[in-house]
Each structure stands twice: as C-alpha cells, then as structure tokens.
C-alpha cells in the first residue's frame, strides 16, 4: 500500500490517497470507506448514523467491531431496525445533546463537502442528526464525487397537501419535478425529485428551496456538509478533507 497526499490546484480541499494494486468494484469501495469510517467513531458517547447501503455496511462494520459507543442516532426507521437487529442501542435524539460524529453516504458530494442525499428517502432525519453532530464524515464510492451537483435528481420532502405547488415553484427555479410515486417518508410526507438543475451554488439554492412554503427540506447538504469524505476509487480509499 502507498499513502502520498496531494493537494489540488484551485480547490480547497486536501486528499490523501491509498493505493490498491487492483481494481476495487464498486461494492468493495463502499466496504473500503464503510469499514474506514471505524477509524472516526469516538467511543463512549453517542453516534450518528446515516441511511442506505453504503451506510448500511457501516452498521454491519460496527457491529463486527470492539469499538464500544453508548448509542445511535438513527436517521430513518430502517437504519433503527438494522442496529437494532444487531443489538446496538438506538437513542431519541430528544433524549441526545452531544454527538460528536455522524457517518453517512451520499448521492453526490463534491471537494467542497456539498452533497446531494436523499436518494433513499430519509433527507430530513439524516439533516436533522447531521445537524446536531459535530463531524459529518461522509461515506462514498468514487460514483458519487462530482464537480458540479445536479445530475442525480434533487430530492425534496413536501407536505402532501403542497405537492403541487411547491412542484411549480420548483419549475420557475428551472427543474423538472417528479412525484416519487408510491412513497411516503418517515414523517409521512412525499418526495419530489427535480432533474435538470446545474447547481452552481449549492448554498444559495439550498436556502432558496427551503424557503418555499410546503417543504419540508431540500436534500441539498451544503450550510452544512462533510468535513471530511471517505471516498472509495477503484484505487483504493482515498480521504478528503474539505476546507470551508
Ligand atoms: C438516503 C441517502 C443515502 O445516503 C444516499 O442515497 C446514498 O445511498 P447509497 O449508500 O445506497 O448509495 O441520502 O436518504
């Protein structure tokens, strides 16, 4: 293995990159950072975790490992029930006032720490415990890292009885909006995912989103992104320590 850092030119970030003589699927890249995010849980308090599969193999990690913690956050009821399943004790985060780390996937995530989340429905949880986390280590196969957000559709939970006209607002901004058939989040709400939408400037969207009356939350995590990214390449694992 070869560790060597390298600094981009022009963005303000830092990289450190492991090298791995072969080529690491996309499944193993996600084990990669699932299992490199042990390296950031603080034991004895309480931890955050985050939704989907890449965090998915993070809980499996965690339940393998020593590490011992007083508890999870969990960002949505499935994340609960695998902890759960793997006799790890999951808090309210009502009952929580200190969680030093938070560890979660993402759809997209740039240099920056900008992400797009919410591909699996549960943006508004996984805001609200990144939120109240100190550290937001991101956890991501090398699929995920873009230049520019917007290519996988901008998910946004709506109060159902807004649905349609928060989906006009989100036409005047220049997206295309689609009703997530069929699903309802955890807090009972829908989803609309917006295509087509180059975004350039992460913070001020996302403020513009949030403040149309009727959403819930836009999944774009840019006042508060990753402070650090685990990200897995066909390399190998490779750490980003974006500079905000
Ligand atoms: C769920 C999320 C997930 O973090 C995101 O969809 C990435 O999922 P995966 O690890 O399965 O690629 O935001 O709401």
């Known amino acids: ?41 603080v034991e004895d308090a309480w931890l955050g975790v985050g939704s989907g599969s890449t965090a998915n193999m993070f809980i499996d990690a965690l339940a393998a490992s020593r590490l011992r913690i007083k508890g ?8 609960a029930e ?3 399943a793997h006799r790890i004790d999951v808090e309210e985060l009502n009952n929580v006032s200190d969680i030093p780390v938070y560890i979660d996937g993402a759809d997209e995530v740039t240099a920056a720490g900008a992400m797009i989340k919410g591909g699996g429905g549960a943006l508004t949880r996984e805001k609200i415990v990144a939120a109240a986390a100190q550290k937001f280590v991101c956890i991501a196969d090398q699929s995920k890292k873009v230049d520019v957000l917007g290519k996988f559709p901008l998910p946004v939970e709506v109060i159902p009885m807004a649905r349609s006209y928060v989906a006009r607002e989100l036409v005047r901004l220049g997206g295309y909006p689609q009703w997530r058939m069929g699903f309802t989040t955890d807090n009972g709400n829908v ?17 513009r989103i949030n403040a149309i009356a009727g959403v819930v939350t836009v999944g774009l995590f840019a006042r508060r992104g990753a402070d650090v990214i685990l990200l897995g390449t066909a390399q190998g694992m490779e750490t980003i320590t974006p500079h905000r």
């Open 82 to 84: 695998r902890l759960k």
């Open 191 to 207: 989803i609309l995912d917006v295509s087509d939408l180059a975004i350039r400037n992460p913070v001020a969207l996302e403020d």
């Open 1 to 41: 293995m070869i560790h060597f850092p390298s600094f981009g030119l022009g963005c303000q970030h830092r990289e450190s990159k492991v090298q791995t003589p072969t080529t690491v699927t996309q499944d193993e890249q996600k084990q990669l950072v699932a299992r490199e995010a042990l390296r950031y849980v």
């Open 72 to 79: 999870a956050v969990a960002s949505s009821v499935k994340t």
